[in-house]
């Protein structure tokens, strides 16, 4: 990876939407962190992304500001998956999507998860999302019933990779 503009010092530096950059004055983010000043702007030209940094340094929102920006709010289908190893990282990260885009009207973002009913998240599926958090195992359970449709995928991230590669995940 590149290495960070010195000239970037805050959020508006980047060409972030500005419904996600008034989220963040609310939220009270100042400065970017480093992961997040290396990934935004080859995210938002819509470059492949390999970012490896420590937990806690923001690496949740190097990839959802960027990729949230891209949104197209007039297209009904899935447009960004991110899988993660667990439930609890799928709802956290669903959770900080739902955060940066809360000034984003008609915004939904799913979480889906294995233990829970498959009813309310196909119901939901429905209604309509655009962006879906899961774990692989279920994520693939919807694929193959066919009650998730990613034609019109336009980003996937794979969060905790190497975790989801230990815990068998290789093959899919
Ligand atoms: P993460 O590494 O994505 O789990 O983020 C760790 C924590 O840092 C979370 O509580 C975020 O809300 C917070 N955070 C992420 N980016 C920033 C930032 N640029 N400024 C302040 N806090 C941040």
């Known amino acids: 990876m590149t290495e960070p503009t010195p000239a970037i010092t805050t959020f508006r530096d980047f060409n972030i939407a500005e419904p996600l950059l008034t989220a963040l004055d609310e939220i009270g983010y100042e400065t ?23 937990t806690g340094t923001g690496k949740t929102a190097a990839f959802a500001l960027p990729l ?10 899935v447009q960004i998956m991110t899988l993660t190893p667990t439930r609890e990282l799928a709802i956290q990260v669903a959770e900080a999507y739902q955060r940066y885009a809360k000034n984003i009207q008609g915004f939904h973002v799913l979480p889906i998860y294995g ?14 999302v655009q962006v879906v958090v899961g774990t692989p195992g279920r994520v693939m359970d919807h694929m193959r019933k066919g009650t998730l449709k990613l034609n019109g995928l336009r980003a996937l991230v794979l969060d905790e990779a190497d975790e989801m590669l230990r815990m068998g995940f290789i093959e899919e």
């Open 32 to 54: 970017p962190s480093p992961i997040q000043a290396q990934a935004i702007p080859p995210l938002l030209a819509g470059l492949d992304v390999l970012g490896h940094a420590p």
């Open 68 to 77: 949230l920006s891209r949104l197209d709010m007039q297209d009904k289908n």
């Open 115 to 128: 233990g829970q009913e498959y009813s309310g998240q196909i119901r939901q599926l429905k209604r309509g």
